[in-house]
Each structure stands twice: as C-alpha cells, then as structure tokens.
C-alpha cells in the first residue's frame, strides 16, 4: 500500500468518522426524548385509510389530532407505511432521510456546478442535519428532503434527457408547492419540460380519483381551499410571509395583508428566477419564492437551505454562506415568547427573530433585484457569464 493510498484512506476516514458520529448523536437524542414524529404516524394513517376504506379526511390522529391534508395520491403512496408497526415506520423515515440528506447535498453539489468527493459527502451531510429545517424533517418523520430531491434531481438532468419534468409533476401531486417550478420552466421557454411536468401531475390527480374518488371529490372541490386545516398560520413555525404578517399585525387572519405582498411577491421572484443569469439562481429564486408565497411554509419545508448554502460557497460567497448557515442553525424562532397566542403579542425587537427564514429570503429576492437593476436591460436567462464576473455581485 502506497503513502498516498493511507493519506487518502486516512483524509475519507475523519469525514466517515464524522458522519457516523452525528447520526449516531441524532438516534440517541432522539431515543432519550423519546420523539414521537406525528406527521409520519399521519401518513401511516392515511395509508391505513386507503387500505381499509375509511374517510381519507375525517380522521385525526397523535396528541395534536393531526388531519390528512395532502392530496389523495399522496395516500396512495403511503400504503406500505400501514403494514408495518408505528416503531418501524419511525425507524424507516429516519432512515429513508438520511439517505434523502445525502442524495440532496449531492444534488446541491450538481446544481453548483461542483464535483463532490466522498469525503466532502460525507462532512456535509453530518453537519447539514442539525441545520433546523432539515432536523425538524427527522424530528417530525417528514417528507420535506424526497419531495426536494425529486425537484432539484429533475431540473438539474441534462438538457433533453428522457422524461425531464415527469420528477416534478409527480413531486406536485404530493404536495402542491412545487408546482410553481412549473411556471418557472415556462418562463424559461422550457415549454416541453413544463407540459411533462403537467402531465404527471394530472396523471397523480387520476390516480387518486381511481382509488379514491369520494375523498378526491371532497379534497379538489372544498379542503383545497382549506390553508387552515393545515395549522395555524400565525405560529413561529410558519415562515411564509403569512405567518410573518400575522405576528408583525397582530392578526392571526391578516387576509389582504398578505395576500397582496404575496401576490407582488411572486410576481417579483418569478420574473428574477427568469431573467437570472445563471440557472442554478433561478431553481434556487423559484424555491425562495414558492416558500414565501404558500400560505404556510412550517420550519421544516425549508430543507432547500441545503443547495442554497452549497450554491453560495461555490460562488465563493463566504459572507452570505454563514449568513444563511446562521440564520438555519440558530433555531432564533424558538427563542421568543411563543407559547398560545404570545407570539402575536411581541415587540417590535422580536421580530426578527421571529421571521428568520422569511426576511433572509426576501433578503436574497432584494440582492436579485439590486443585480439586475445595475446590470440594466437585457435577457439575462439566456446568459452564462465567465466565471471571473460572478465575484463582482452577490446573484450572478
């Protein structure tokens, strides 16, 4: 064995050694606080509802009462979680992630535009779960990381790959945000790839119909509509610009308040998502926008701090890097006042705090903005700048 074989042997083992110790902290934290991960006892009950017949709508489950609020496809898709106890539910869905978390810094890591050894895969993916967004996942046994894996995984395959778009209509299905990707393909005269996405979509919505008609009735005509059966908008772990307004109002229904920022908003971020220079910028612009504008964004669906964070090191933006590393780790959310309704009751100072994910993102759609403005006029989507200029700009 050569000296370079151990030196390499020995530069992998440190970041293996890393990975396996954070995990294993990850199982025994969990273990000790005995962890009850609701959501994926709601999805085993919604497959549960499927095998059986029961009213996909009507039941709730844990100690919260937690309702079935995906579209029925989604149910369909949680079948198999019923045949098995709740412990190995639980115990798939932490392992399932872990594995989601990798193929997500690895994704990140195409999206940048930046090979990825396997020690580099493993260090990141032992400190990316305990940023928040990503723990939370673990801790409530949800599926923010494959529905985020599905997306990025089908906008970054090669230009004219087979089926490119099916990966995101199928992610809509489950759980609808990401259709604003959609539009975004469209914007980027992706047409072909917007209309396979639409296609697998509407392919998931048959497939609910199918095997559940009634609840397909009920869910696309009346608890579409329904934002509020998914929690309440104006607690801290809601970081859309609803939650936000309704703690900065005081208004747990801040209605238009909201809903025309929102719509500005969206407006704003798709038109930048178009117009940036580099595509990566767009997927992650689209991401920030669709998390702002749904009326509840909880903590957890902003697991796409991953390929944000990799992008901005990439580029070479250290500053903004620990920024966001910061603003995903330090949990500030949880530190105010924000047990019942408190939380609609802070001052101004807490404010901030309370907002982390919202504000850092418009921060972003801001930098976007600022770009394009000095950049002046011209149809930047279709422009792919020398590495040397992305320096000279915070989005390039």
Same mark, same amino acid.
């Given at each position: 064995m050569t000296e370079r074989t151990v030196a390499l042997r020995s530069r992998t083992a440190v970041p293996l050694a890393l990975l396996v110790v954070s995990f294993t902290a990850l199982g025994v934290l969990f273990a000790v606080l005995r962890v009850p991960m609701p959501d994926a006892v709601v999805y085993r009950a919604e497959g549960a509802a499927v095998l059986h017949?029961?009213?996909?709508?009507?039941?709730?489950?844990?100690?919260?009462?937690?309702?079935?609020?995906?579209?029925?496809?989604?149910?369909?898709?949680?079948?198999?979680?019923?045949?098995?106890?709740?412990?190995?539910?639980?115990?798939?869905?932490?392992?399932?992630?872990?594995?989601?978390?990798?193929? /997500?810094?690895?994704?990140?890591?195409? !999206?940048?535009? &930046?090979?990825?050894? +396997?020690? *580099?895969?493993? %260090? =990141?993916? $032992?400190?990316?779960?305990?940023l928040e967004p990503v723990f939370q996942t673990f801790w409530y046994g949800q599926i923010n990381l494959s529905l985020a894996c599905l997306v990025l995984w089908d906008l970054t395959r090669p230009p004219g790959a087979r089926g490119?778009?099916?990966?995101?209509?199928?992610?809509?299905?489950?759980?609808?945000?990401?259709? /604003?990707?959609?539009?975004?393909?469209? !914007?980027?005269? &992706?047409?072909?790839? +917007?209309? *396979?996405?639409? %296609? =697998?979509? $509407?392919?998931?919505?048959?497939?609910?119909?199918?095997?559940?008609?009634?609840?397909?009735?009920?869910?696309?005509?009346?608890?579409?509509?329904?934002?509020?059966?998914?929690?309440?908008?104006?607690i801290v772990d809601n970081q859309s610009l609803q939650g936000m307004a309704a703690r900065l109002l005081r208004d747990p229904s801040p209605g238009l308040a909201w809903l025309l920022p929102a719509l500005a908003v969206a407006a704003v971020g798709l038109w930048l998502a178009r117009r940036a220079p580099r595509a990566r910028w767009g997927v992650l612009l689209t991401a920030l926008t669709a998390l702002l504008v749904s009326p509840i964004s909880w903590s957890h669906h902003w697991v796409w701090c991953?390929?944000?964070?990799?992008?901005?090191?990439?580029?070479?933006?250290?500053?903004?890097?620990?920024?966001?590393?910061?603003?995903?780790?330090?949990?500030?959310?949880?530190?105010?006042?924000?047990?019942?309704?408190?939380?609609?009751?802070?001052?101004?100072?807490?404010?901030?705090?309370?907002?982390?994910?919202?504000?850092?993102?418009?921060?972003?759609l801001a930098a976007a903005g600022w770009v394009r403005r000095r950049d002046g006029p011209g149809d930047a989507s279709r422009q792919t700048p020398p590495a040397s200029s992305s320096s000279a700009s915070m989005i390039r």
């Open positions: 017949g029961h009213d996909l709508y009507g039941f709730t489950v844990t100690e919260g009462r937690l309702p079935a609020t995906y579209p029925p496809f989604a149910a369909v898709l949680f079948v198999p979680a019923a045949w098995l106890p709740v412990p190995a539910v639980k115990a798939a869905f932490c392992a399932g992630n872990a594995l989601l978390l990798a193929w /997500l810094v690895r994704l990140s890591a195409r !999206l940048a535009e &930046r090979p990825v050894r +396997a020690r *580099t895969l493993c %260090a =990141a993916t $032992a400190l990316a779960v305990w490119r778009g099916a990966a995101l209509g199928v992610a809509t299905g489950v759980k609808l945000t990401p259709g /604003l990707f959609v539009v975004y393909l469209l !914007l980027r005269g &992706r047409g072909r790839e +917007a209309a *396979t996405a639409t %296609a =697998a979509f $509407a392919g998931t919505v048959a497939v609910g119909a199918l095997v559940l008609p009634a609840a397909s009735v009920e869910y696309w005509t009346r608890l579409f509509y329904r934002s509020d059966r998914v929690g309440r908008p104006w991953v390929p944000l964070i990799a992008v901005l090191l990439a580029e070479g933006r250290r500053g903004w890097a620990a920024v966001a590393v910061v603003c995903f780790t330090a949990r500030t959310m949880w530190l105010v006042p924000h047990a019942g309704d408190r939380v609609l009751r802070l001052p101004w100072w807490q404010q901030p705090p309370a907002s982390p994910y919202a504000l850092l993102a418009l921060a972003l």
